[in-house]
């Protein structure tokens, strides 16, 4: 069983620029995470998914990062304008009931973003 | 509020000796409680959950780790630590009603030493 991918692995951005992050789940998971992890601490969650819905977004800083899922697959997670303090790795996860807590949460290898 | 609280953010032992890494849980309700592992430059890896049932959980690479109420507390055990064990430990909790959210602990970082 394919697991969840992420791409790029690896973005170097100047402050200000844009950047994108690709995620597709394991098949049949519907619900999708997107999780930073800044340097020496535990991940946080930036948004979840349902399907193509949102059920929480609530430490999404939303005047600069967005996300959809629009077909309730894959997802983009995009963050414009970079400031230095995004610099971490950007985390996909996926799970496969819904609704429901204790479920394994399967990750990716996570993408890498310096802002310089 | 619900958190979680990982005891040292750097354990070091020597290989062949006990592991043990620490973590404390804040909840008003029941918590399903994780540790997932995290090799360097790679994503996390689950090594084992407590959802009901036996409180004593055992999970792959031969670690395991004991639910214990009374203590709020879901520690992480290993007899004997090889080379390999070297990573990043990250205890998690998720609630039930809360979408599957899982709260994270800061890590703890494993040195393995011969």
New interface residues.
């Given amino acids: 069983e394919a697991g969840v991918a992420q791409s790029p692995r690896y973005k170097i951005i100047e402050k200000r620029q844009s950047v994108a992050f690709w995620c597709n789940p394991i098949s049949g998971h519907a619900t999708l995470y997107w999780y930073q992890q800044i340097l020496g601490q535990g991940p946080k969650l930036l948004i979840q998914f349902q399907n193509n819905g949102v059920v929480d977004d609530s430490q999404l800083p939303k005047d600069r990062f967005s996300a959809e899922r629009l077909k309730g697959v894959d997802s983009t997670l995009k963050i414009q304008p970079a400031k230095l303090e995004d610099s971490a790795v950007y985390l996909c996860a996926s799970s496969y009931l819904t609704g429901r807590s204790g479920n394994t949460i399967y990750f990716g290898e996570g993408s890498w973003l310096t802002v310089v | 509020a619900q958190s979680?609280t990982q005891l040292g953010?750097h354990v070091s032992v020597s290989e062949g000796a006990l592991v043990l890494l620490r973590c404390n849980y804040s909840s008003s309700v029941p918590p399903?409680l994780f540790w997932?592992v995290q090799y360097p430059?790679?994503?996390?890896?689950?090594l084992l959950?407590y959802?009901?049932g036996a409180t004593l959980v055992k999970g792959i690479n031969g670690f395991e780790a004991e639910f214990k109420k009374s203590e709020t507390s879901f520690h992480l055990t290993k007899p004997s630590a090889h080379m390999s064990d070297a990573a990043e430990y990250?205890c998690?909790v998720?609630?039930?009603?809360?979408?599957?959210?899982?709260?994270?602990?800061?890590?703890t970082r494993l040195a393995v030493h011969p």
Avoid: D, H, P, R
């Fill in positions: 979680v953010s399903y997932y430059n790679q994503g996390l890896q689950l959950k959802t009901t990250f998690a998720s609630f039930s009603g809360g979408y599957n959210k899982l709260i994270f602990g800061a890590g």
